[in-house]
Each structure stands twice: as structure tokens, then as C-alpha cells.
């Protein structure tokens, strides 16, 4: 299966709030998530929302996994999220310097609760509960942001801790 195009900062369609999954196990929400699978891991992301493919429906995928983006992620199975809705945030709020597929080379300290519990249904179309924290829930609600039509740069902290990806490698190698 070949990647999608990934839509980079300045598409309309990042702006949009996404639309309601009407019917999750029909086949051309099947095989979009299995689309939006094969972009994510092709671009070394740890999670994906169906807006950043050009899709304006509220799907997304979240897949913590070591990579060259983010060396110490957890490891978990990619995880399916079809209208999912945020039901409780909570724990620590935590800063942690984020980066986008939708927006290359440049990184920004963003501050995020540590926990979130979500409702959404799942690709059989049976609604699931998940209770997320650390990275996972940081995915989850990075994700989430694209539904709703934000990108992390509307969520960082100062537009002083933006910083470009080849500065933050350099900062990452020599700490």
C-alpha cells in the first residue's frame, strides 16, 4: 500500500473541525485507517489524524514506538480511534518539546496533561474506553488538536520555545 500525501501547514484543511465518522466498519473507513497506518509508519510518526491526509472525518492513530523522531517513546500497538471524545484530562501537566508530520523542521515546548481518559469506537464499531498517560495520552491529544482544526504550534508555550528540528537534534545529541 503506498502513502498518502501528508498536508503541510497552510492547508485549509488543518483549520477545519472534522466531521463525525458516520458509519466506522464500512469499507472506505477500513481502508482509510489502514492508509493512514502505512503514511504514519512511512514518516516515522508516532501517530496520525485522518485531516493531516487530506480526510476530514474524525479518525485517528495513535502508535507510540521508539524512533529517530522520539528515541525513548514506549512501545505500544497502534491503537484506532474513530470518534473519539476526550471524557477527563488529568495528573500533571507536563512541557515537552513536540514536532508534526504537518509541519517539518520545526519543534515547540507545549504543555499537556500527563493523563486523559477518551471514549471512541473502535474499527469494528464497538465503543471502547481508554485511559492514556505519559507520551501515549501526549500522542492522544496531539492528535486530538488536528480533529478540532489546531496544530501544536496554536498550543506552545511561548513562540520563544519554537525551535528548528536540525537545532533540537544538535541540543538532544550534546545533553
Known amino acids: 500500500?503506498?502513502?498518502?500525501?501528508?498536508?503541510?501547514?497552510g492547508e485549509p484543511i488543518l483549520r477545519q473541525r472534522a466531521n463525525?465518522?458516520?458509519?466506522?466498519t464500512c469499507a472506505e473507513i477500513q481502508t482509510?485507517?489502514?492508509?493512514?497506518?502505512?503514511?504514519?509508519e512511512a514518516a516515522g510518526?508516532?501517530?496520525i489524524a485522518a485531516p493531516q491526509v487530506f480526510q476530514p472525518v474524525?479518525?485517528?492513530?495513535?502508535a507510540s514506538r521508539p524512533n529517530a523522531r522520539y528515541p525513548?517513546?514506549?512501545?505500544?500497538?497502534?491503537?484506532?480511534?474513530?470518534?473519539p471524545d476526550i471524557e477527563s484530562t488529568g495528573g500533571e501537566a507536563v512541557a515537552?518539546?513536540?514536532?508534526?508530520?504537518?509541519?517539518?523542521?520545526i519543534r515547540g515546548k507545549v504543555t499537556r496533561p500527563s493523563e486523559v481518559t477518551v471514549r471512541y469506537t473502535d474499527t469494528e464499531?464497538?465503543?471502547?474506553?481508554?485511559?492514556?498517560?505519559?507520551?501515549?495520552?501526549?500522542?492522544?491529544?496531539?492528535?486530538?488538536?488536528?480533529?478540532?482544526?489546531?496544530?501544536?504550534?496554536?498550543?506552545?508555550?511561548?513562540?520563544?520555545?519554537?525551535?528548528?528540528q536540525s537545532v533540537w537534534e544538535r541540543q538532544c545529541q550534546s545533553a
Open 1 to 9: 500500500m503506498t502513502p498518502m500525501a501528508i498536508a503541510q501547514l
Open 20 to 24: 463525525a465518522v458516520a458509519e466506522p
Open 32 to 40: 482509510l485507517w489502514r492508509r493512514m497506518l502505512v503514511t504514519m
Open 45 to 47: 510518526g508516532v501517530g
Open 58 to 62: 474524525r479518525l485517528m492513530i495513535i
Open 72 to 83: 525513548d517513546a514506549p512501545q505500544m500497538d497502534p491503537v484506532v480511534l474513530i470518534n
Open 96 to 105: 515537552f518539546v513536540e514536532g508534526c508530520l504537518s509541519v517539518p523542521g
Open 125 to 164: 464499531g464497538q465503543p471502547q474506553r481508554l485511559a492514556l498517560s505519559g507520551f501515549p495520552a501526549r500522542i492522544f491529544l496531539h492528535e486530538f488538536d488536528h480533529l478540532e482544526g489546531r496544530t501544536f504550534l496554536d498550543q506552545v508555550d511561548s513562540p520563544a520555545d519554537l525551535v528548528a
